[in-house]
Every structure is written in structure tokens, then in C-alpha cells.
């Protein structure tokens, strides 16, 4: 395992997958989302009607995800099982089934080698919650991004916005924090900053701002 990692994990809604997205573009670095495994598990699980909690199916069902991620015209597109489900997997309904698929330890050992496969030439960039912790614990560099759960909802909201999706601002502040309190209260890879991960509260900054700013924190670790 040659290949650098730069792991950016922290809570939903904090500016992860953009500031992912960008940082592996400027570097030419290949960009893990690794949210999208366990909302494709989810997904997956939800359309052959297994249930959230039956964690040996879903353990199985993860490890033998059909999952094709590629580019067209230069935006991501995700398919399961050879049909299009980039923006499927993006719903509340989905995210909020990821999470209680990513408490389940079986189905998090099934989905880890899949990740570490991620790590390839030149570079990678792994947009999480347990990066850091967890799947690339050597990784030079990690980045642990936070912002105020009022914020996050503020932009899920505009987010969902832009995509045609009308949702109350406070039922996404209730779901932010119910997933929040999920994630940081499992006993497997809670979401936790790693030791060695440095914090960036992104509440007052801009996209363009904390790129730059993880661009100089990478260029300092040479
Ligand atoms: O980041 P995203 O919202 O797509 O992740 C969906 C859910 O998947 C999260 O709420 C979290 O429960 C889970 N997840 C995880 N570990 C990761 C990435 C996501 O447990 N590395």
C-alpha cells in the first residue's frame, strides 16, 4: 500500500463529499465515497425486501455488491446491479437506512477490503466516517470536518432544493441529529476524530476556503 491517502471523515452535511470531490480533482487523486457502499447496501436491501436488521443477509448482500462507478460527461454515476441509481441513493430515506445498515459489525467487514481496494496510483481521497480510524489508519494526512448540525441542515435544505426536493428545514434538523446520535453512539466505528486527524469546523467557511485550506495542509505534509 504505496498510494497516499487523504481521509476526510466527519458527520453528514458537513461539506465532505464537494470538498472530496474537489480536493481529488485538483490533485488527479482517486475519490472514495464510501457513504455510498452502505447506501447502496441499503438500497439493495430495501429492493429484495431484507430487513435492516437481519445482519448475516445484509453481511452477504454487501460483500457481493454489483457496483459499477464510473463517469459520464464528467459527473459520477452509480449503478447497482446494472441499473442507474446515482440519485436514488441520495434520498433521505436511503441515507437514513444507511445508517442503520453501517451499525451492523458484519456488514462494516464486508464492505473494508472493498474500500482498501480504493487506494491506487497516484493517490486517493476516502470521504467517510471511520477513514481515518478505521480503513486507512497509516494515511498521512487526515482531516476531520465539522460543522453546527443547524448549518448542515441549512445546506442539505438548499441542496435538496436545487434538486427539485421540497423539505422542511426542521424535520432535517431532527433527521441530521437522529443520524448524528446514531453514528457517534455505535459500539463499531463510531464517528470519531482519529488521534492523529486534524479538525477543521467548515460552520463560517466557504467551499473555495477549505479547499484552500486542506491544499496548504497537504502541500506542507510535502
Ligand atoms: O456520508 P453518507 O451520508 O453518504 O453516509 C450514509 C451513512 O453511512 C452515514 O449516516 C453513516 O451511518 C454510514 N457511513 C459509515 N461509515 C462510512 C461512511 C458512511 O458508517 N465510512
Do not use: C
Not at 447506501?39 to 430495501?46: K, M, P
Not at 459527473?75 to 446494472?82: D, I, N, R, S, T
Not at 451492523?104 to 496510483?121: G, S, Y
Amino acid at each position: 500500500h504505496s498510494a497516499p491517502v487523504l481521509t476526510i471523515d466527519g458527520p453528514g452535511g458537513a461539506g465532505k463529499g464537494t470538498i472530496s470531490r474537489l480536493i481529488a480533482e485538483r490533485l488527479g487523486w482517486h475519490l472514495l465515497d464510501s457513504g455510498s457502499l452502505y447506501r447502496l447496501t441499503a438500497l439493495s436491501a430495501i429492493g429484495k425486501g431484507i430487513a435492516l436488521d437481519d445482519e448475516p443477509a445484509l453481511a452477504a448482500l454487501a460483500s457481493a455488491l454489483d457496483v459499477v462507478f464510473r463517469a459520464e460527461n464528467g459527473e459520477a454515476v452509480v449503478e447497482l446491479e446494472g441499473r442507474d441509481v446515482t440519485r436514488e441513493i441520495r434520498t433521505e430515506q436511503v441515507g437514513n437506512s444507511a445508517s442503520l445498515v453501517a451499525a451492523l459489525p458484519a456488514v462494516r467487514q464486508a464492505l473494508l477490503e472493498r474500500q482498501r481496494d480504493f487506494r491506487q496510483a497516484p493517490g486517493l481521497v476516502a470521504d467517510g466516517r471511520d477513514m481515518g480510524t478505521v480503513v486507512f489508519v497509516d494515511a498521512p494526512l487526515k482531516i476531520f470536518l465539522t460543522a453546527s448540525a443547524e448549518e448542515r441542515a441549512r445546506r442539505r435544505h438548499l441542496q435538496l432544493r436545487e434538486a427539485g426536493v421540497d423539505a422542511s428545514l426542521s424535520s432535517l434538523l431532527k433527521e441530521i441529529q437522529a443520524r448524528d446520535d446514531r453514528d457517534t453512539q455505535r459500539s463499531v466505528a463510531p464517528l470519531v476524530p482519529a488521534d492523529d486527524a486534524i479538525e477543521l469546523d467548515t460552520t463560517r467557511l466557504s467551499i473555495p476556503e477549505v479547499v484552500d485550506r486542506l491544499s496548504e495542509l497537504l502541500s506542507r505534509k510535502g
